[in-house]
Nanobody
């Protein structure tokens, strides 16, 4: 079992920055991939970024490449999403997710993650 708690969402103007954090706890937290997904109103949940266990591989959805950075502190079992140059289209509820033990393959489908946080709202005003 892995428990996930997100923090750091909020309201920001376009071009601004936010930093999301996710604390993972549980016996297997350090042995699974950690990632971020988001879900805008009326839309399906979509992949944002993820990092395999031991941080051997990372991947981003195309629309956030160069703006968002995912990082992981395995000692503290936390994963962080630094979001810069935010756009109104980044507005969504952001979810931390955990799952998958392969250190070399980044999972991008929400169906491949077994554990989810409660979500944190990110709103970017124009």
């Amino acid at each position: 079992q892995v428990q996930l708690v997100e923090s750091g969402g909020g309201l920001v103007q376009a071009g601004g920055s936010l930093r999301l954090s996710c604390a993972a706890s549980g016996r297997t937290a350090s042995s699974v991939a950690l990632g971020w997904f988001r879900q805008a109103a009326g839309k399906e949940r979509e992949f944002v970024a993820a990092m395999t266990r031991a941080a051997l591989r990372t991947d981003y959805t195309e629309s956030v490449k160069g703006r968002f950075t995912i990082s992981r502190d395995n000692a503290k079992n936390t994963v962080t999403l630094q979001m810069n140059s935010l756009k109104p289209e980044d507005t969504a509820v952001y979810f931390c997710a955990a799952g998958g033990t392969n250190p070399l393959i980044v999972r991008t489908s929400p169906h491949e993650y077994s554990y989810w946080g409660q979500g944190t709202q990110v709103t970017v005003s124009s």
